[in-house]
């Protein structure tokens, strides 16, 4: 706007005698809106163009996202919190202020640190805890290994490269609750399920991989496998690309250097891919702490069925908020927000941690 | 790897040469060929068993003698049946899915388009301020949002309404924020030949931007249709009864397919009928495949590009 001047602007006086530039280019005079004598119309002015551009989505966002993140906050903060379904407000102020007008109700709510103290004395959040912990050093090393080294053989073969990308990325595109169930059901106990079949060629007896009184460590087997199978599409898919930009030269260099393959894909692909690794790396290890749909679908036999005799043993950090979300016991929401926010720390530190330890060792 | 010539000091140099090749090319395809047979075998196991008749997979589990393949004398349509029947329902599941991935995900086009607009093309007064705070939220985790939104809804009377299942997840700080980086590289030189040949704000959006944009906007298109299709968190909490006011009573089951299955066929009616289960898996998985199948290669570059799951 600064050679506004240099432009042929003319001052016209409109109707009610305030006077405006006009340049040949309309709404060059921007941020003001001016009644246009000549056209007959009013001018928009630009602010209000793009308030009006934005306001639809920034209603839904403010009443769906930004104040449940504030209000799920405060709920976390308040003792005693209770909600009456439909009833109350979803307001946690109002039904702050409520309960406190309230004087018969034998509930008082203030302010605190209660929840959090309920939650760290609660058998289940450690449960909870341990697992999403185990799942996620577990699986999301194992998938990325698995992902890489299948994303590598993928990019050397020429025949069939766009055959067999396709056929892993088909995971990708399915339902994880429909393919939990499948995996429940090739994963039965005794000579029902497909995988205890496949172990009897080899002379190995069946077992119980999910049943009620099957062992931790089978049914953590299952969670593993069926997440691997499920995260690896996106993860092959991404480093496809990364692969694909990499300069062939470094490659022949290597090779007339004499450097073995492994040490190719160690020393040149490795680092070549690391802005790649390092956003699978963060992703997935924020999908892997909210693990909850493909454990839920795999268990099966109940609405919420972690696995186990009370099913609970793989609960998870989600499960657990989700578990005292739909609870009707008093003071549960408080601890589902609570866990919540639990979460969310947990997710800025694991990212954090992992942005610090690549400082050095991703090469953009 | 690129082909490169290469040269031998001798013939036994080159046979050594040529046979390694070759067996690195038989390890690649075998090891991927392994893979990829993983990959595959649940679904080759989901289609042969939905195929057979509960009596009949039943027989095979009492013997020990699973068929792993489709044969004349087990091939029956029983399974399908049920699916489809009045105990699976999976009709009312795929209305309710369709209907909800359609309206949410022209809801979230919309909306999305006009705001990744404003966001990059007009210029006001705390914009950058708007689109801060947005983006930040992207780091907070949807279970922190949906304590709070399950109340909402349950203080709007949303329950087991379609509302609930378009409006509440309506909008995405992520496709805002996509189609805002499309929209900003699209030279500035257009934006002001447009303004010169008269075109306001809103007429440059729709006559000029949205059409460099489409393939963004279809990518958009493709990834909510996903989620709102494998969605499951929500529309359980939310969409789990019937529908309060549909024909003046309680008749339409709003279960979309992903909460539908779980509850029908892993938790009660069929929670023991294995090929029942498969099969509603099956049904669950197909609409999806032949959609990928279409869009293949829209799918696949929209998610490497924009790298998140649907």
Redesign the interface.
């Given at each position: 706007m600064a050679n506004l001047k240099e432009r042929n602007e003319e001052v016209v006086v409109t109707a009610n005698g305030s006077a405006v530039l006009q340049t040949p280019y309309i709404d060059a005079v921007t941020n003001k809106g001016y009644l246009d004598v000549k056209q007959h119309k009013w001018i928009m002015p630009e602010w209000l163009k793009g308030w009006i551009a934005l306001i639809p989505a920034l209603i839904f966002l403010i009443v769906f996202m930004i104040y449940p993140i504030i209000n799920s906050f405060m709920i976390s903060f308040i003792n005693n919190f209770y909600w009456v379904g439909g009833s109350n407000s979803s307001l946690a102020i109002v039904n702050f202020i409520a309960s406190r007008a309230n004087t018969r109700s034998s509930i008082v709510q203030s302010f605190g640190i209660q929840n959090y103290v309920n939650i760290f004395k609660d058998q289940l959040f450690w449960q909870a805890l341990g697992n999403t912990g185990l799942i996620v050093i577990v699986e999301v090393p194992l998938t990325i290994l698995v992902g890489l080294i299948i994303a590598v053989c993928l990019h050397s073969i020429k025949p069939l490269q766009g055959f067999y990308q396709t056929v892993f990325f088909l995971p990708y595109v399915t339902n994880a609750i429909a393919l939990g169930m499948v995996f429940n059901v090739m994963f039965s106990d005794g000579s029902a399920g497909l995988f205890n079949t496949l172990i009897g060629w080899f002379g190995i007896n069946p077992v119980n991989w999910l049943g009620a009184s099957a062992s931790k460590w089978s049914m953590f087997f299952v969670i593993v496998v069926y997440s691997i199978w499920n995260g690896i599409a996106f993860k092959i898919l991404v480093f496809m690309s990364g692969l694909s930009t990499i300069d062939k030269q470094y490659y022949d260099a290597a090779r007339i250097d004499g450097a073995s393959k492994f040490t190719i894909f160690r020393r040149i692909t490795v680092p070549l891919l690391s802005p790649q690794i390092l956003y699978i790396t963060v992703t997935s290890f924020i999908g892997a702490a909210k693990s909850y749909s493909q454990i839920i679908a795999l268990f099966g036999a109940g609405p919420v069925n972690f696995g186990g005799t009370d099913g609970t043993r793989w609960i998870t950090i989600v499960g657990f908020i989700y578990k005292y979300m739909q609870s009707t016991q008093e003071s549960a929401l408080g601890r589902a927000a609570a866990g919540s926010v639990i979460l969310l720390i947990l997710i800025l530190l694991l990212t954090l941690v992992q942005f610090a330890v690549s400082k050095n060792r991703v090469h953009y | 790897?690129?082909e490169?010539e290469v040269y031998f000091a001798s013939e036994a140099q080159m046979r050594r040469y040529k046979a390694q090749k070759i067996i690195t090319?038989v390890l690649?395809?075998g090891?991927?060929t392994i893979?990829?047979l993983?990959?595959?075998?649940?679904?080759y196991?989901?289609i042969i068993?939905s195929f057979k008749s509960t009596d009949a997979y039943n027989l095979e589990?009492q013997h020990?003698?699973?068929n792993?393949l489709l044969t004349s004398s087990n091939f029956s349509f029983e399974q399908y049946g049920k699916v489809m029947g009045k105990s699976g329902d999976f009709g009312t599941f795929y209305l309710n899915t369709i209907y909800t991935a359609v309206v949410s995900t022209a809801f979230t086009v919309?909306?999305?388009v006009?705001?990744a607009?404003?966001?990059a093309r007009?210029?006001?007064?705390g914009?950058d301020l708007?689109f801060t705070?947005?983006l930040g939220?992207m780091?907070?985790?949807g279970?922190?949002?949906?304590?709070?939104?399950?109340?909402?809804t349950?203080?709007l009377?949303w329950?087991d309404t379609f509302a609930a299942l378009i409006?509440?997840?309506?909008?995405s700080?992520f496709y805002?924020f996509y189609l805002r980086q499309t929209f900003q590289q699209i030279p500035n030189e257009l934006f002001?030949a447009a303004?010169?040949d008269?075109y306001?704000?809103?007429a440059y959006l729709w006559k000029c931007m949205i059409p460099i944009a489409m393939p963004t906007i279809v990518t958009i298109m493709i990834l909510s249709l996903?989620g709102a299709?494998?969605a499951?968190?929500w529309p359980?909490?939310v969409a789990s009864g019937k529908h309060p006011w549909l024909f003046g009573k309680n008749v339409h089951d709003m279960h979309l397919?992903?909460?539908g299955?779980?509850?029908k066929?892993?938790?009660t009616e069929f929670?023991s009928d294995?090929p029942a289960?498969?099969t509603?898996?099956?049904f669950?998985?197909i609409p999806?495949?032949i959609?990928?199948l279409i869009f293949?290669k829209y799918?696949?570059r929209g998610?490497?590009r924009s790298?998140i799951?649907g």
């Open positions: - | 790897m690129a490169h090319q690649l395809y090891f991927l893979m990829g993983f990959i595959v075998i649940p679904f196991y989901m068993t589990v020990g003698q699973l792993l919309v909306t999305s006009l705001a607009f404003a966001f007009v210029n006001f007064k914009k708007i705070i947005l939220t780091m907070i985790p279970e922190m949002m949906m304590i709070t939104n399950f109340q909402t349950m203080a009377n329950k409006f509440v997840h309506g909008v700080v805002i002001l303004k010169v008269g306001g704000h809103f996903m299709w494998n499951y968190i359980q909490l397919v992903s909460n299955l779980m509850s066929f892993q938790s929670a294995d289960k498969v509603g898996s099956l669950a998985t999806l495949f959609f990928f293949r799918i696949m998610v490497s790298g799951k």
